[in-house]
């Protein structure tokens, strides 16, 4: 099957063009050509998956549940697929992402290879033209920017950088062919949840891997294993009623677990001790959620953190390194990591930990890298530096709106939305999991699906009444944004440097960028705005 749309002059303009092909992008294309609108997805790689097609890191796997972070849309896709493990690791991922691609026919509607460079909105046709790397011009009523949180690397700028002679990668653009670590001096910078994957297969495999560490995290274990067959069938005899349960939650999933609602402090501490143990040998995220005050009393918080950092003491041997692994920032500031070995990699005798918070990495070097004064020489040096996320990849795009309005401009002290899902001043233009919604503090696929559903219903909504442009007003942006801030301000995320915050990318404005006021909370809205004739909007 072809899709002639694909060329660079289509003969009439798109209804969609939809940039990125991860989850995101698949389930935008696949409820527009449903809907048999006009529409194709323009993708850089030369895959589906996005983060999964990307991040293919030794041990990179989802965080949350596989049985959770899965499409919902489609009740026999559910149904059929079946995951092999607890946590999916990021090959089943993909192959996830590629099965949903072929059973939907979602491929011959995708342009890979492509990267979408510049977009204006042409006030005068309504329409938005697109161009891309291989000088292709697409014209588009509306644009759904499914582009991802967390798809641009962020390499630091470090002295002597290209001057390296071995082996470097990073996290999030790591090859497709199998890397060797055998019998190698290995370096690995960051001890975010990337590193904290990695890190325990790579040292299995290096000769000796030296982790450099500026600001230690909170991890819990994964407890990870094959998927328990009579659990996946228990939630698969009604999996609706399961994902509406996820729906309810705070951060989208969990619902699976139980659930307290008391304090830290009506609790003695024995009955602390024993909860926490009992969310500790459950594993995952759902530590967070071992009592109702934890993410919102520094007190309570204080207290939670105590209890992994007796977790690191007890299982790391040496008690110098065991300090050095210990997070002295409010447990969840920072994302939490969930790991398979991560604090008892550092017994092995091939693994050393180097401190670099008060000694930055002062160069790089042809043979490694000098921090403290002291050269360290590797093979293969392994950036696990993160990511310019939330807004790093839609402002590589020049995106010009009304009167020339250019996006790099107007965010320029920060990202301002409507919703997370509309920007004032650029009419007919969608942002998914953008800034100002919830995005990376939930279940992503879950937050995913909500925001297409939202945008192609207001595309019907549109059709029907016969409208041409929907945007959002400046005051309802504004509101939102002050909205967001408050409810920010009052939480523990501002008090420390995460990428939430901007805080990783060196001139970035720190601006908490996700809607923290909870998933059920914010679908409540967006569905008000919907039955309100989409207040906060100008349809015309
Ligand atoms: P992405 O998957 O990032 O896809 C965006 C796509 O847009 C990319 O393929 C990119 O190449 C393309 N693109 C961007 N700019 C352009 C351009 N200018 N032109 C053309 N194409 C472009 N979330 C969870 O909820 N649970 C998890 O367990 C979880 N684990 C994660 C693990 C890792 C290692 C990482 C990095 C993130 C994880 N996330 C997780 C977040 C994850 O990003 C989302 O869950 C989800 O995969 C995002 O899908 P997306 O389609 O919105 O974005
Ligand atoms: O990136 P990060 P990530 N010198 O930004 C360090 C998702 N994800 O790729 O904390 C020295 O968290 C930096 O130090 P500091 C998830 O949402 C999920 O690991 O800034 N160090 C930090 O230690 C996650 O949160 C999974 O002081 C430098 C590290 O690099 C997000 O993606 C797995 C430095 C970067 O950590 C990003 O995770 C992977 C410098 N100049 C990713 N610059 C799951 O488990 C940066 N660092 C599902």
Redesign the pocket.
Known sequence: MTNSYLSSAPSEPLDVLI???????MYALHRALTSNRRAIA????NGVG??????RYPG?R???QSME?SYSFDAELQQSWSWNERYAGQPEILDYANHVADRFGLRPHIQFE???TQMVYLEDQKLWETQTTNGDRYLSRFCVM??????STNLPDFDGLSSFQGEAYHT?QWPHEPVDFAGKNVGIIGTG??AIQSIPIIAEQCKHLTIFQRTANYSIPAHNGPIDEAYAASIKADYDHFRTQNKAMFAGFGAHQTRWDDSVFDADEETRQARFETRWQEGGLGFSSSFNDTGSDLTANQIAAEFVRNKIRSTVDDPVTAELLCPDQVIGCKRVCVDTNYYATFNRSNVSLVNVKDQPIETITPSGLITGGQEYNFDMLVFATGFDAMTG?LL??DIRGQDGLCLQEKWAEGPKTYLGLAIAGFPNFFT??GPGSPS?L????VT?EQHINWIMDCLEHLSASGAQTIEATQEAESDWVELGNTIADGTLFPTCNSWYLGANVPGKPRIFMPFVGGFPTYVEICDQVQQTDYRGFTIQ
Do not use: Q
Not at 19 to 25: E, M
């Open positions: 940039v990125g092909a991860g989850f995101a992008g323009i993708e850089r790689g996005g983060t999964w097609f990307w991040n990179a989802c965080d949350i972070y492509t990267t979408v499914a582009t991802g949180c967390l798809s999030g949840s990337s990849t590589k795009i998914v999991s990376v939930s279940n992503m696929i995913i």
